[in-house]
């Protein structure tokens, strides 16, 4: 029963995984460390291989976690989830391009004898009224207010009164946007300020 810092399956689950005849490509961990990188690598294992990719990043981990929402899978693609990845979902993927030509033995398009199609598009930008001072404040109040008095969870909500601009909105419980898969309970994912 060997895992990686939590983030791998047991032997049975692999094995479960990888018997499927008719799935000859099976994704076993994701976001994994460097250090669980290595280690998978050093065991040199034929068949396994790691394959980088581009993730979603929250640098501000949970800090208005209900607000942003996430950016998670759906079947076989990418989108977004709750908040406001999920509202403006269209507006923010963009448009995917196409380039069309010839590959050279490893599968690269030959840049001169590619033709570009159509340009990718890139998504629009949200530009938010919240102030992440004032984010943070009313998340420490909340959970402070929580862990003081016992409470299942609570909103508030912070508007600027000539403006009617929310400065903050903070839902408790909240959580890490980084690992929104290891929430339990898929309900804390909505924003009960406004759903």
């Known amino acids: 029963r060997d895992k990686f810092q939590n983030e791998l399956l047991e032997k049975k689950e692999i094995l479960e995984k990888i018997a499927k005849k008719e799935d000859a490509y099976e994704v076993l961990a994701q976001r994994l460390s460097d250090e669980q990188v290595q280690?998978?690598?050093d065991l040199n294992i034929n068949g396994v291989y790691i394959k980088h990719e581009r993730?979603?990043?929250y640098p501000a981990g949970s800090l208005a976690s209900h607000v942003s929402g996430f950016v998670g899978w759906d079947e076989d693609s990418v989108v977004g989830r709750y908040g406001l990845e999920g509202f403006y979902e269209k507006e923010l993927?963009?448009?995917v391009g196409k380039l069309v030509g010839e590959k050279d033995a490893r599968g690269n398009i030959l840049q001169s004898l590619g033709e570009n199609k159509d340009a990718a598009q890139p998504?629009?930008?949200l530009f938010l009224t919240i102030d992440p001072n004032v984010q943070t404040i009313v998340e420490e109040k909340l959970r402070d207010a929580t862990e003081k008095w016992g409470i299942d969870g609570g909103t508030i909500i912070v508007v600027d009164p000539v403006t009617g601009a929310i400065r903050a909105l903070a839902n408790s419980p909240n959580f890490d946007l980084n690992n929104y898969s290891k929430v339990g309970d898929s309900n804390i994912f909505a924003n009960s300020a406004v759903s």
């Open 55 to 57: 993730l979603r990043y």
């Open 93 to 95: 993927r963009g448009v």
């Open 39 to 41: 280690r998978i690598k």
């Open 123 to 125: 998504g629009d930008d």
